[in-house]
């Protein structure tokens, strides 16, 4: 079993669309929890990033952590087309700030 | 713009040839990873230096993979022999160990043929 799982989709919504994407993880000794996006043939960009539990908001984006459950969400409002990308979770535990973990990454697809 | 630059971005080879990717981290970080990504497995850590010291390299085939930090300006992931199972995206990133964030490359595609 990894230790981070995320649905790979594909994820197909219309343009306005409310879009919620999830992991998974295993490891209790994860505190940092980030959400990445990847268009095709670039590489992943830090969209979200919290630490331990709690909510965290950016325009049309919140990030949600849930620690007891081992679960962490990316919510987006008002999605566009140019939200049709490859969207990663990632984690990573005190002490080892930078090793991060990537779930397999959920593609998602905004028709206008 | 700083940015994590990568060398080369497609590389197609035959099986048992030696491949060298290259990348130079943004000045001032002090970490720095290698990737593997692929359909089947997504990104999966390779290994990673911290101050130019190899820190974990677990998640590398030691008998064919190789990476190393000659400077803070450059870090190389090498195969050989390189084998089809290698065809990948391979991605480098680095980081400042206090933020938790890391800035990828764009990528190096390698097709073993």
């Known amino acids: 079993q990894k230790e981070v799982e995320q649905d790979p989709g594909p994820l197909s919504v219309p343009e306005g669309a409310i879009v919620s994407l999830n992991c998974t993880y295993s490891?209790?000794?994860?505190?940092?929890f980030m959400w990445y996006r990847q268009y095709s043939r670039k590489g992943p960009e830090l969209l979200m990033y919290?630490?331990?539990?709690g909510n965290k908001e950016d325009g049309r984006f919140t990030a949600q952590v849930d620690k007891s459950s081992k679960y962490i969400s990316l919510f987006i409002r008002d999605s566009q087309p140019s939200d049709s990308a490859t969207y990663l979770c990632a984690m990573s535990a005190v002490g080892n700030t930078g090793k991060l973990i990537f779930g397999q990454g959920t593609t998602l697809q905004v028709k206008p | 713009d700083a940015r994590v630059t990568q060398t080369p971005r497609d590389k197609v080879t035959e099986m048992g040839q030696e491949v060298t990717m290259r990348c130079q981290p943004i000045?001032?970080?002090?970490?720095v990873f290698w990737y593997r990504q692929t359909m089947k497995q997504g990104l999966e850590l390779l290994a990673y230096f911290r101050n130019r010291a190899p820190l974990d390299d677990s998640g590398m085939p030691k008998d064919r993979f190789s990476a190393e930090m000659p400077d803070a300006t450059l870090a190389t992931l090498k195969i050989q022999p390189s084998e089809p199972r290698d065809s990948a995206v391979y991605f480098c990133a680095s980081g400042q160990t206090t933020a938790g964030e890391l800035f990828f490359g764009e990528g190096s595609r390698l097709t073993v043929l």
């Open positions: 490891n209790s000794a994860f505190q940092y």
């Open positions: 919290t630490y331990s539990s």
């Open positions: 000045l001032g970080h002090n970490t």
